[in-house]
């Protein structure tokens, strides 16, 4: 079951309502096994945890690196659905890593997660088997450094990876 050791915005009750996000940004990885993956690792998660996905939102062949799944995506539609409150604080991201929200450069992609966090949107990186908050990664500097460390890595990855096609 979900633990209930976390801090979350007084008035905010957690739900049971999570929204899954998956992302791959190329073809190749449509071709592969990238979608299929994430599903499959987040179904015994959800269950784990006591989760109903209500909304599954996929961003297929949509680059993380320049922010385009954030901008024209379905992850753009996500944090509309959270700015307007549709998508009501206590209720749940799941997602398999940071780096499917985003490998932009480390503080822009911490913009983003905290965007989402001061919302009262809990949250759950799969691949890190954690949950978090914003009070979570406020109290907890351990989780913020975690956090910025996998977002310094999957930028670099994408502006390594970028480079060599260029040279290419």
Known sequence: MFPRNYSLPKGVIPSTIAHLY??????????????????EGTDQWVADHGLTILNSYEDRGVSAYRGKNRKDGQLAVILKKIESGVIKPGEH????????????????????????????????????????????????????????????????????KGHRIGMA
């Not at 998956?22 to 599903?39: P, Y």
């Open 93 to 160: 991201l799941i997602i398999e890593s940071f780096d499917r929200l985003s490998r932009q450069p480390p503080m822009d992609a911490m913009n983003l997660l905290s965007q989402i966090l001061k919302k009262g949107i809990i949250v759950h990186s799969v691949l890190d088997r954690a949950v978090y908050t914003e009070q979570s990664v406020n109290e907890k500097s351990a989780e913020l450094l975690v956090i910025m460390l996998g977002m310094m890595r999957s930028n670099e990855e994408s502006r390594l």
């Open 22 to 39: 998956s992302r791959v940004s190329s073809a190749a990885q449509l071709d592969g096994q990238g979608m299929r993956r994430q599903q």
